[in-house]
């Protein structure tokens, strides 16, 4: 027997966007156009799902609007479109600032000491249900979606991480099977970065990557979306783990993004 909130999903991911709000996708989104007839109603049924159950929060002074939640909802379920959606199931409130915000965070030194102080962010993602964003950086990267940077991907690729249990680089996946190939190509290319950065070497991938496994696979599933068929050359074996883990591949996709594609 179908339950009520899954009966609801079914009710929402039918109902065509507002026309205001797709003007918003169109404007705000790039991928957007660049999907097929198909994967469009697709997201616009995800985006509205995201925005019936997850409560939006304006701080310092920020008023919500619909613009805000469009664009926000729209780049985490572009994370959501070849996967079995599960919402982000421990998330319930976004909060956005017009500008970067400070926050306090504690940090692991190479010696083995803690360091706690406050760091200006521009987003952050919390397992107890959070997400924080700085609208001025998300509009920045939305209107470049071809840098490898996009702070709305990076903190919902840390909600899907957070799944798991523990922020740490290793999803849940869809197969018990693929976890031996994830963790072998992820922790070789983590460790590949780490080693070209304390060499001093230039890196394609962005050097805070190296953080820490939990931030190398935020930075990845960026590049995984927003450069695909750079990473498809460079990295292949990552390329192929982020592929079967998201099931939606962004390089077979039209790369000037101003016509849809149709058919696969």
Not at 31 to 40: D, M, N, R
Not at 181 to 190: C, D, I, P, S
Request: charged share 20%.
């Amino acid at each position: 027997m179908m339950g009520w909130k899954t009966w609801r999903r079914r009710r929402l991911m039918q109902r065509p966007l507002p026309a205001a709000w797709l003007g918003v996708l169109i404007r705000n989104v790039p991928y957007y156009l660049k999907l097929s007839e198909a994967e469009q109603r697709q997201l616009q049924g995800l985006i509205q799902v995201f925005l019936a159950e997850k409560r939006f929060e304006g701080c310092g002074g920020l008023e919500i609007t619909d613009e805000i939640r469009v664009t926000v909802a729209a780049h985490a379920c572009l994370l959501l479109l070849g996967r079995e959606p599960a919402f982000y199931p421990g998330l319930y409130s976004i909060l956005v600032y017009p500008h970067p915000f400070v926050s306090k965070v504690t940090k692991l030194q190479p010696d083995g000491t803690v360091w706690e102080g406050p760091q200006v962010r521009l987003g952050q993602s919390s397992p107890r249900g959070s997400v924080v964003l700085a609208w001025d950086a998300v509009l920045k990267d939305v209107t470049r979606f071809d840098d490898g940077r996009n702070v709305v991907l990076h903190e919902f690729a840390h909600q899907l991480d957070s799944q798991s249990g523990a922020m740490e680089g290793a999803p849940q996946l869809p197969k018990g099977s693929m976890y031996a190939a994830w963790a072998y190509v992820l922790g070789r290319e983590y460790a590949a970065l780490v080693a070209d950065l304390s060499r001093h070497r230039a890196t394609f991938l962005n050097p805070y990557g190296a953080t820490n496994p939990a931030e190398f696979f935020a930075v990845v599933t960026e590049y995984y979306f927003e450069k695909p068929l750079e990473l498809k050359e460079r990295h292949p074996d990552l390329f192929e783990q982020l592929k079967l883990f998201y099931g939606h591949d962004p390089s077979r996709l039209n790369p000037k993004g101003n016509e849809p594609t149709h058919g696969h």
